[in-house]
């Protein structure tokens, strides 16, 4: 009996909460409604880039979407952004999406409830975000894609990347390097990894990396002996590194039983860590394999010549142009001007494009002179 | 020449709430002897021998049992084994994707080391199969062995653990002529080895062909011991015996008024959906008449439930021959939504497991035979679901406070009207009762009884299967006998008693010629 | 006390789940300074869950009639990626693409219907299979590459009603509408209900218990109506929504109010006995496992809508919410039990829940954890009411399949 008069209680009072609530949210929700809609009216006929012009108070909240933290790059990217903005003075939302899509609207949806102003997004899938982010710019608030580039929606302001076809022809000369360095004089057997279909950089990797291999291939010096050469054939789901070794484990035992496979093209250093796990295994001789990310692990195997080299995109860099622009926004500067402009199905979206570094066992102390965790993983 | 006993149960009593199941049993087993225990359903014989192997440990029961000299106190059923107590039950209970070997040491595994001992196992395995007299690979899985085998198993598993005395629980119910006459050979053999066995059966053929006393158990007493040797086994002995009690007054008075035949079934042939070439129902022939109360009497396994439900829509078993008529109309059931429609009804005998969703309410429980009588459109009308239920409700006197309340709040009795309720809302012509009253209280059962010579007053066929021989007396107009698979008769309710029924039900020699029983067929029709 | 329960009409625990749900709310709202109760979240809540719970729906018969579908994220991925490629390769027009994949759904679901009630091989390992065929499957058609969907589609994943009429309602008449006649519906089931069980049981009930009854629906439909009004101009009750209580409507009404309907629950509950009540158990499984795989390809067209994309990662893990929507919602896992409302009810409980962590900033890895254990409680609760010998609560939270009145869920009453 007495539970249940607790019960009761309970209830009445949750009643009467709705109903005070009903009355104080009404006058809020009243004054606001007006506003936004003219506002929404005007944003749809300014440009994009126009939209923060106005600025916004210095500790105002920005939402930051990732979509996972299954690799060290997204990794320092959440906590970068954690301890910069929160530096800068912003109110930090930072949420990872454990790469699920449904997630990750949610949270883009979250973040504008708790009122952000401008929504940094690395997306799970670029194309899947469509009607959240159109969502977002119809409450004003600017999006900047983050490291990936956000597809078929007209709700994207900005994106901030490393120049991706540019990481790939990176990729691809390094590979040439490699081979020519280790494995003497051609011809050489290759194979070819590309990165997860859904991430929309994946594709320009690769063709950025075949703008250097294929004439290579056609004049014979690159044989790639399985012939898988399209980025279909290639791809790694969900940039998924078990996924690459079985794949590397099969074409091991299918083609090279009486082969030497010389070099691998990898779009980064998890799936290069798992072709050169698998090759291991299968009693090879480790190729030249390319790499990117600089993950920690991969710094090490540079440094112990089990991998070839990497390309850093150092993530302070990525998160440190993201602020800049967000900083510049709330100044009530508008987005500065982009380096390029593409088209992502529905509209010219203005690209930062940052450019990345190739590293190898020569110039690894160099290139992370200034990283100190890094550098010290070079003994 | 007396030989000693083995074993004396003296004042056995056990009580189960409210049910005294057993009352001051008395059994006295000679050691060597083939002893048989025999008694109609529930007279207690089960409970007794779960007693002796420590199924119900020391303590739960009252009374004194004295085993090879000393008085023992079997908590659990693996101490009664250690002494050399075996019981075999009617279900076996090997498992069927283990091998011989791994059966009959499962739990009993010789170790060497921590490790099986395959070897030794196996050679003994064979040692005790070629005392069982099978000669099978011990490798064989269990789920490759026909029945009979598998009981030849059961029982050298015993022997492998050294039984002095060893229970068998109807053993032949699920045999075949030729695997019981294999086990009687072996038990004879285990005899010639001083290893005495218990045997329960109803059978009396069997009884008398193979045992060397009998013990019959009525309502939980020992009624009588016979001692073979010491003159024939007297059939009718037993009988009376294991039905000798009058039928009171405890079924209502009827006048029933049989009109035309209107449910006819003829030629009709099953298989065992589990054991192929197996009959259970050998080309079986009966009628009931429009307000006839006709019974069906048969020892368990018999094949009366099996009959009914390979009749109601082909529920069970596999459909060989035979036709069916309703007024005359052959017709054709092919699934129990047809035989419903057809205006068949069945009653099955296992109330929580058959006979209702205990899930259930009322309500839903009484119109879930005949949807259809309650759709306006295509939707059901909970309102007129409502009425249904009330009128079934106050018309059958379920005793409840609303028919919104879960069929799993009833006692039995009242479950039992809500499952009539349910198919008499199908309006039948003929309606089949399996054990209607099974775990009914006796006030109840009254109700019962009237209800049903209600229906049949309406003109209705009625069938009642029931291993009750004085409720099929007390309550039917005609009774059919079954013996595995096949009616081995008819009688009319004036000439019927307990036993001649017992004996068609036990198929015994007196009542086997062929030429007797269609006579008799004649004789009523 | 007493008053009160005249007034719900039964005990209150009938009500924990929502209560429950209330309190959730609050609670959320208060943590998240009032982040929680207002218009666009509430809609967000709405078109962000609506394909779960539409799955839920079909999730709940498979489960009464104790069977499971792992294969629904599959099927919905996969049925949203042919309508995509269907629109976008064969330049289908967008209906007849919804349509193919609608037919591609019942066709999956027929195949795995087929399996359980023709060879009886469990519908766990029938839809075992079926979810690695059809994820499997929505890889191979897609080649791993996101494909856009026709932008019409968009209305069935988040648009909203239109608006009209007059301006000073100061809100979307179209939900406005909808509110009104929720309500309305409500006070004539109930007015209706009062006056036939007076002419069936001859006991007519209080008047004023159901006026309250009326009145205390009728304020919080109109507190709702209220929120999902008055968002920004042009967004409403979202239409994802309105799919949902119109489904809803329609399949508590096939639960609770046709011949199958009884046949689920009769199956689930004692299939013998069914069996032998003349219900035809093998049809009565093919056709739920069929309209199962037909509400996953629903929810992934709804989903696809709301995403402007189908990806070959779609519906990824999505049968386990809606198994939780129906496990917390107090269906036996033994079968037999469970109705369509205490789902839904089940299903917004997690949605809350996420969401409420979300606007606090939880992480999606603690929202996990937090989600495991409220699944956990909430059937171990059931559980132990049923060991104490009492009526399970949760269970009993819509007594409708027991004929007692419904009117806890007002939408969806049947009228």
């Given at each position: 009996m007495k539970k249940k008069k607790c019960l009761s209680q309970i209830l009445v009072a949750s009643l009467i909460m709705s109903m005070a609530l009903t009355g104080c949210g009404g006058a809020r929700q009243a004054e606001s409604s007006a506003a936004p809609a003219a506002e929404s009216a005007a944003s749809v006929a300014s440009a994009p880039a126009a939209s923060g012009a106005a600025g916004f108070a210095a500790d105002s909240t920005i939402g930051v979407a990732l979509p996972w933290l299954g690799t060290q790059n997204w990794k320092e990217a959440d906590e970068m952004f954690r301890t910069q903005l929160a530096a800068a003075g912003f109110k930090a939302i930072v949420q990872h999406a454990d790469n699920k899509v449904p997630q990750q609207q949610q949270q883009i949806e979250s973040m504008i409830q708790n009122g952000a102003k401008v929504i940094v997004v690395g997306p799970v899938d670029g194309s899947q975000l469509g009607s959240v982010l159109e969502e977002a710019k119809a409450a004003n608030i600017t999006v900047i894609g983050y490291d990936r580039l956000i597809e078929n929606t007209t709700g994207i302001d900005g994106v901030v990347q490393f120049g991706s076809v540019k990481t790939g022809e990176l990729q691809g000369q390094a590979l040439l390097d490699g081979l020519a360095a280790k494995k003497g004089k051609g011809p050489y057997n290759i194979e070819l990894f590309g990165g997860g279909p859904a991430d929309p950089n994946a594709p320009n990797f690769f063709k950025g990396a075949m703008t250097v291999l294929q004439p290579k291939i056609d004049d014979g010096t690159l044989v790639v002996v399985s012939g898988q050469k399209d980025f279909t054939q290639c791809a790694t789901l969900d940039w998924d590194n078990s996924k690459a070794q079985a794949r590397m484990d099969s074409l091991l035992s299918g083609f090279y039983s009486k082969k030497e496979i010389d070099g691998v093209l990898s779009p980064n250093d998890g799936i290069a860590r798992a072709i050169i796990t698998a090759s291991e295994q299968a009693g090879q001789k480790i190729p030249v394999v390319s790499g990117l990310d600089a993950e920690n692990e991969s710094v090490e195997w540079i440094w112990s010549g089990k991998q070839y080299s990497t390309v850093a995109k150092p993530t302070d860099l990525l998160v440190g142009k993201t602020i800049e622009i967000i900083k510049s926004l709330q100044a009530g500067s508008g987005m500065p001007a982009p380096t390029t402009k593409v088209n992502n199905g529905k509209t010219d979206v203005g690209v930062y494009e940052l450019a990345p570094l190739v590293v190898t066992k020569e110039n690894a102390k160099e290139v992370f002179a200034k990283d100190a965790g890094r550098l010290a993983l070079l003994k | 020449m007396e030989r000693p006993l083995i074993l004396q149960m003296q004042g056995i009593t056990k009580l189960f709430p409210g049910v005294r199941a057993l009352d001051d049993v008395t059994l006295e087993v000679r050691q060597g002897d083939i002893h048989a225990i025999c008694g109609e359903n529930g007279a207690g014989k089960s409970t007794l021998m779960n007693v002796l192997s420590g199924v119900y440990p020391h303590g739960s029961y009252e009374g004194k049992i004295i085993y090879m000299g000393n008085e023992i106190a079997f908590r659990d059923i693996k101490e009664s084994e250690r002494a050399g107590i075996a019981i075999i039950h009617q279900e076996l209970t090997m498992i069927p994707e283990l091998s011989i070997t791994e059966n009959i040491f499962l739990g009993n595994e010789t170790v060497n080391h921590g490790l099986i001992d395959w070897d030794t196992e196996r050679r003994r395995t064979a040692e005790l199969l070629e005392r069982v007299g099978l000669t099978i690979d011990p490798g064989t899985l269990i789920k490759h062995l026909g029945v009979g085998q598998q009981q030849l198993v059961e029982i050298a598993k015993a022997l492998s653990k050294n039984v002095r005395l060893l229970i068998l629980d109807e053993p032949t119910s699920a045999l075949n002529e030729t695997d019981s006459a294999n086990l009687f050979e072996l038990m004879r053999g285990l005899k010639s080895r001083d290893i005495t066995c218990i045997m329960i059966s109803h059978k009396l053929n069997e009884i008398a062909e193979i045992a060397d006393a009998v013990t019959v158990i009525r309502d939980g007493r020992t009624v009588e011991n016979f001692h073979v040797k010491e003159g024939q086994i007297d059939e009718d002995c037993i009988i009376r015996a294991m039905v000798g009690r009058s039928i009171e007054n405890r079924y209502p008075s009827h006048e029933s008024n049989p009109g035309e035949v209107i449910f006819e079934v003829s030629d009709w042939r099953v298989e065992d959906p589990d054991i192929p070439?197996?009959?259970?129902?050998?080309?079986s022939n009966f009628f009931v008449r429009a307000g006839e109360i006709v019974g069906f009497a048969g020892l368990m396994g018999a094949g009366r439930t099996e009959l009914m439900r390979s009749i109601?829509?082909?529920?069970?078993g596999i459909y060989l021959g035979g036709s069916i008529k309703i007024k005359g109309k052959e017709i054709r059931v092919a699934s129990v939504s047809s035989a419903i429609r057809q205006g068949i009804a069945y009653v099955p005998e296992d109330r929580k497991n058959l006979g209702l969703n205990l899930i259930d309410t009322i309500r839903i429980t009484t119109v879930s035979a005949n949807l259809k009588a309650i759709l306006r459109g295509r939707l059901l009308d909970l309102d007129k679901e409502f009425q249904v239920a009330e009128q079934q409700r106050s018309s059958l006197n379920v005793k409840t406070n609303s028919v919104n309340s879960g069929v799993s709040t009833l006692s039995g009795g009242n479950q039992q009207k809500v499952v009539l309720g349910k198919w008499m809302f199908t309006e039948p012509e003929v309606l089949i009762l399996d054990e209607p009253t099974r775990g009914i209280d006796v006030g109840a059962k009254y109700e019962i009884y009237r209800l049903i010579q209600k229906l049949a007053d309406q003109g209705k066929a009625v069938i009642i299967v029931s291993s009750e021989l004085p409720e099929l007396l007390g309550i039917s107009d005609r009774i059919y006998t079954v013996f595995e698979g096949s009616i081995t008769g008819v009688l009319n309710r004036q000439e019927a008693n307990q036993e001649k029924l017992m004996r068609m039900m036990t198929n015994t020699s007196k009542l086997d010629s062929n030429s007797e029983r269609t006579e008799m067929l004649y004789e009523i029709s | 006390m007493r008053y009160l329960k005249k007034v719900l009409g039964g005990g209150l625990r009938q009500y924990s789940m929502v209560i429950a749900l209330v309190a959730l709310t609050l609670i959320f709202n208060i943590t998240s300074g009032g982040r929680m109760i207002t218009s666009s979240n509430f809609q967000n809540l709405i078109s962000g869950n609506a394909y779960v719970l539409v799955l839920a729906i079909g999730m709940l018969m498979v489960i009464v009639i104790g069977q499971i579908d792992l294969s629904v994220g599959s099927v919905a991925g996969f049925s949203g990626m042919v309508m995509a490629l269907a629109a976008r390769d064969l330049g289908w027009p967008w209906w007849l693409a919804v349509l193919l994949s609608l037919a591609i759904g019942a066709a999956a679901g027929a195949w795995q219907g087929f399996w359980l009630s023709r060879f009886g091989i469990p519908g766990f390992i029938t839809t075992l299979g079926g979810m690695m065929i059809f994820r499997g499957g929505v890889i191979w058609i897609s080649k791993s590459i996101s494909v856009p969907a026709p932008t019409e589609l968009k209305v069935f994943g988040s648009g909203y009603l239109p608006e009209w009429g007059p301006a000073f309602t100061g809100m979307n008449n179209s939900t406005l509408l909808l509110g009104i006649l929720a309500i309305a519906a409500f006070a004539f089931t109930q007015l209706r209900r009062r006056k036939r069980s007076a002419a069936l049981t001859g006991k007519t009930e209080e008047l004023w218990p159901v006026v309250v009854r009326i009145i205390l629906v009728a304020v919080v439909i109109g507190y709702i109506t209220w929120i999902f009004g008055t968002g920004r101009t042009g967004t409403s009750f979202p239409i994802p929504g309105l799919i949902l209580v119109v489904l809803v409507i329609i399949y508590n009404t096939i639960t609770q109010r046709t011949r199958f309907g009884r046949h689920v629950y009769a199956v689930g509950g004692n299939k013998t006995s069914a069996a032998l009540s003349g219900v035809n158990v093998q049809k009565t499984y093919f056709l739920t496992m069929l309209n199962m795989s037909l509400l996953a390809a629903l929810a992934g067209i709804m989903f696809v809508g709301r995403s402007t994309a189908a990806g070959p990662s779609d519906g990824t893990g999505w049968e386990m919410d809606a198994i939780a929507s129906v496990f917390i919602g107090g269906a036996a896992v033994s079968g037999g039990v469970g109705t369509i409302t205490a789902t839904m009810v089940g299903g917004l409980v997690m949605a809350v829940l996420n969401s409420g962590l979300m606007l606090m900033g939880v992480g999606a890895d603690r929202t996990q954890v937090i989600k495991g254990f409220v699944l956990l409680a909430a059937v171990a609760f059931d559980v132990f009411n049923k060991q104490q010998g009492r009526a399970s609560i949760i269970g009993r939270l819509f007594p409708a399949k027991e004929g007692k009145p419904q009117e806890a869920n007002p939408a969806s009453s049947d009228s």
């Open positions: - | 070439g197996r009959l259970i129902c050998k080309d109601f829509g082909r529920n069970y | -």
